[in-house]
């Protein structure tokens, strides 16, 4: 089963008598699950369940979701209240006829507070649970719609991280038959330097010289360092083959890769090889940027 990324954006809308709704979904990385929710006032009982699927999907990851909602809840009325109008008709004839004026005209009463009221029936009974069935189904659309964007992201990442992996492997295996690490090359670079030495004209004690030689040689060695590189590597490769959420061991593997090829670097005594080194380092530090994606 290929990698999933961290990194995507989803969007489902819907509707219902006459309500209309917008789901949106963004990811990126994170180093656990992290989910912000964003909804309008009155639809808080939405908010488990929405969490609760979020978790059941995914591992890891900063999530943003919110929930935009436009139209009505229930069916709106309009209502003419008579006793207001009756009072208001009474007293502008009254006053008309004692000033004078023009007659009273509709449109006029009608734009005065409390004479037009406009009221919402309540929901019927089961509604606002069907209603939030459906805000749910196609939330479960725009999960669905997340999880493929983070495959999709995710198989471009481990087409990445598998040449990475391999081009690691390759460098290691380089240092392996690099001509620096033969017994001959060593004696003949350690005679070198013994015999500057001895062009000094330091007395030197041959069994100290000797003994030294043997702790430089040991130094120079680095064949742990490449054992434990190819170990990492098949580590790598497992996980890259993993069903699992991987991302957090993947980084903790890179900064082991890392760890030998600077102790490499160090022990190479010779350019060719500390050449190789570098290049590990780069590649190893291409690998820790693209895991920091996976989930």
């Known amino acids: 089963m290929p990698i999933s990324s961290m990194t995507g ?3 489902a809308s819907g509707e219902r008598q006459g309500l209309f709704w917008q789901w949106e979904i963004k990811s990126v990385n994170g180093k656990a699950l992290d989910v912000r ?9 939405l908010e488990t369940p ?10 890891r990851g900063n999530l943003q979701v919110s929930l935009s909602v436009s139209g009505q809840m229930g069916r709106e009325t309009v209502r003419l209240n008579q006793e207001i109008l009756e009072r208001l008709v009474e007293a502008g004839e009254s006053l008309r006829d004692r000033i004078g004026g023009e007659p009273l005209r509709a449109d006029a009463l009608l734009t005065i507070k409390g004479v037009v009221e406009v009221t919402t029936e309540p929901e019927a009974e089961g509604e606002a649970e069907a209603r939030n069935a459906a805000m749910l189904a196609s939330f479960d659309d725009a999960l669905k719609a997340l999880a493929a964007a983070r495959r999709e992201e995710g198989d471009r990442l481990h087409a990445i991280v598998s040449a990475q992996v391999q081009r690691i492997a390759g460098l290691a295996d380089a240092a392996w038959r690099n001509p620096s690490r033969t017994p001959e090359a ?13 062009e ?3 007395t030197l004690d041959p069994d100290r010289l000797h003994q030294e030689a043997v702790i430089a040689a040991a130094r120079a060695d680095i064949q ?6 190819a170990s990492h590597v098949e580590a790598a490769q497992a996980l890259l083959a ?3 959420a991987v991302g ?3 980084d903790f593997l890179a900064q082991e890769f890392n760890r030998e090829a600077n102790t490499l670097c160090s022990k190479a005594f010779d350019r060719s090889l500390t050449a190789i080194g570098l290049d590990l380092k780069t590649v190893i530090d291409q690998l820790r940027e693209q895991v920091q994606n996976i989930e």
């Open 200 to 202: 000094t004209g330091a």
């Open 37 to 45: 929710l964003k909804m309008p006032a009155g639809f808080e009982a």
């Open 186 to 198: 060593i004696r003949a670079r350690l005679a070198g330097q013994v015999q500057r030495l001895m």
């Open 9 to 11: 954006f989803a969007r």
């Open 224 to 229: 742990e360092e490449l054992d434990r590189l």
């Open 242 to 244: 993993s069903n699992d």
């Open 50 to 59: 929405v969490r609760a699927a979020l978790a059941s999907a995914f591992r």
């Open 248 to 250: 957090r061991k993947f």
